[in-house]
Every structure is written in C-alpha cells, then in structure tokens.
C-alpha cells in the first residue's frame, strides 16, 4: 500500500505544509507549493494528517 504523494494531495484535508496549511499545489516533481508560505517544500517535508493521527491521539480517550 504504497501512495503517492500526488494521490494524497488529492484529498485536500490531508497534507499540510510544514506550517500547518492546506493551499498546497503539487508541481508534477519531488515538490510542492504552498501558497501561504510562498515557499515550496519538498514531499518529504509535508505533514500526512493520516500518519500525524496515530501519534497525536496520545492523550485522546
Ligand atoms: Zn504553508
């Protein structure tokens, strides 16, 4: 179960600039443009709401 990144960002609630915003446009290469930051970040920097909830439910009963 491998996505790419370019299906993830189809789900626009999901990935987050390292800044915590969702106006990201994927430039078709290893990055992808936030329009808030004006500041464009590679895959690997962006936050995957998906892997971000396993660990942020810590303290969620
Ligand atoms: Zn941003």
Redesign the pocket.
Same mark, same amino acid.
């Given at each position: 179960m491998s996505e790419s990144v370019s299906e993830k960002l189809d789900d626009e609630w999901r990935m987050m600039?390292p *800044?915590h !915003?969702h *106006?990201l446009k994927d430039q078709q290469g290893p990055t992808v443009y936030?329009e808030?930051?004006n !500041?464009a970040y590679r895959y690997e920097e962006l936050i995957d709401k998906v892997e971000t909830n396993s660990y942020s439910v810590v303290g969620k009963r």
């Open positions: 600039c *800044q !915003h *106006q936030c808030r930051c !500041h």
